[in-house]
């Protein structure tokens, strides 16, 4: 079936597939689910605010950012972070930030969104009597979400968190239009220049596979582990 | 101690409470009874500020806690609560649940605030428990821990919110008995409770509340022998005689 197939492309292009594409795209990943949860968890707790300032901002955003295609973000954010550094900083000329930086922005700044609406029901998971218990010590509010609400919050919802994490892991994939070499982009180079689009293809698939795979075993691993004595 | 001074209070148009007026002295230990919905839960969280509350005040230790000068942290780091559901924190050690106040509000030293924690879970008759998630106890001794984390905080006043309410009956007498020792030691004591066993032993005033009005507050020998009003006759006929 797979004659007139070159499957040795594989072997012969992996180190640079892996050293270069699948670097990044580990590097993106990590910076951007670092960034959301951390933007995320602030805008969760904007959102629950009560003062309207904090919440209508933060709830715009989040639906915003949940109801535009991933692909258009980026591509916005390509062309406008220049635009807006310049206009932040006052300068005259759009700042460089190049492709890597813009993209890793892009993906905080939207996987925030979703990380947002996994720490709201994270926080909204933990009963009102333990942020009065916090107060009742003489706790302020950020050390009650610190010391109490968040804590438990983040272990509630840590298997939902890192299936978010995989999503984005295979999301970073559509940074692919901004011709940076990710896996995937490392894959593609490969493949036109040497003609071997489908074996290449192939390859990507099965190697996004099986680490989204595995990561969701660990998962599901994870889950039995952390739950919290109650 | 702690003065109520007219407190009112309205969820939207219902309201929960009206002109509660009352005061605990230093030393007294005060029971709040009533049938469910009177508003004691209500009236002791207004005490440190758990609840707010729209007209009238309440003075703690000479300060009012709806000044805008009070710091309200500080206010309530002086006066110990215990809830109806324990609310220790089940991602954090016993030990820890007791040091967390200490050492975040009071600023303790870890070594002192332990040293200090495990006094306190020692004489609850916890100290072998306190490696152990709150998850691991029962609910009598994760009222007792509830009980020592207050303590810790070396508060002037306890306020007890249904201590317990929530617990099987054969673990409500190993919670009252840490209570009644706190009494006789003459700690400030605001009490929400039924267990009139516990009014009877070491109340000095029983205060008894009905639709958000504090309808009796006489006591502890005017309350039982004879009760004024006939709400409370009829709460107290209701309770002691089933």
């Known amino acids: ?230 | 101690m702690i003065e109520f001074k007219d407190v009112s209070k309205w969820y939207g148009s219902f309201q929960v409470l009206t002109n509660c007026t009352t005061r605990v002295d230093k030393g007294e230990v005060v029971v709040v009874c009533g049938p469910s919905g009177s508003g004691k839960s209500t009236l002791i969280k207004c005490v440190n500020g758990l609840e707010p509350f729209q007209k009238g005040d309440i003075v703690v230790n000479g300060e009012s806690i709806s000044a805008n000068a009070t710091n309200l942290n500080r206010l309530r780091s002086k006066i110990g609560m215990v809830f109806q559901s324990f609310e220790l924190f089940p991602h954090m050690k016993v030990v820890d649940n007791i040091n967390l106040g200490q050492v975040k509000v009071l600023g303790r030293g870890a070594e002192e605030a332990a040293a200090k924690s495990m006094g306190l879970l020692k004489r609850v008759g916890l100290e072998a428990h306190a490696a152990k998630f709150p998850g691991q106890l029962s609910g009598g001794q994760q009222q007792r821990v509830a009980i020592a984390r207050a303590l810790a905080m070396d508060p002037i006043a306890m306020l007890f919110d249904e201590p317990t309410s929530a617990l099987d009956p054969e673990m409500i007498n190993e919670v009252l008995d840490v209570m009644v020792e706190l009494a006789t030691e003459g700690m400030t004591m605001m009490v929400v409770t039924h267990e009139m066993g516990f009014a009877r032993k070491v109340a000095h005033r029983v205060i008894f509340m009905d639709r958000g009005e504090i309808v009796e507050d006489a006591a502890k020998e005017d309350f039982f022998g004879k009760p004024r009003s006939e709400r409370a006759q009829l709460f107290l006929s209701k309770i002691l005689h089933h």
């Open chain 1, 1 to 230: 079936m797979f004659t007139g197939f070159d499957f040795d492309v594989i072997a012969r292009s992996a180190p640079y597939l892996f050293r270069e594409g699948m670097t990044f795209t580990l590097t993106l990943t990590a910076m951007a689910m670092t960034g959301g949860i951390f933007f995320g968890t602030l805008l969760a707790m904007m959102r629950l605010s009560s003062h309207a300032w904090l919440n209508v901002p933060a709830g715009t955003y989040v639906n915003l950012m949940r109801s535009v295609p991933l692909v258009l973000v980026i591509f916005w954010f390509y062309f406008l972070v220049p635009y807006i550094g310049a206009w932040m900083i006052g300068a005259k000329q759009p700042i460089q930030v190049g492709a890597f930086w813009s993209s890793v922005i892009t993906f905080t700044m939207f996987e925030a969104a979703y990380y947002a609406e996994i720490m709201r029901a994270g926080i909204q998971s933990v009963p009102r009597g333990q942020v009065s218990a916090g107060y009742a010590l003489g706790l302020t509010y950020g050390q009650t979400m610190a010391q109490i609400v968040l804590p438990q919050a983040f272990r509630n919802m840590l298997p939902v968190l890192l299936t978010q994490t995989i999503i984005l892991f295979q999301d970073t994939s559509l940074v692919y239009v901004l011709s940076i070499t990710d896996f995937l982009g490392a894959a593609a180079k490969i493949a036109q220049r040497d003609g071997r689009l489908v074996e290449m293809y192939l390859f990507v698939a099965v190697v996004y596979f099986v680490i989204s795979f595995s990561l969701s075993l660990l998962v599901k691993q994870l889950q039995n582990r952390i739950a919290i004595i109650r």
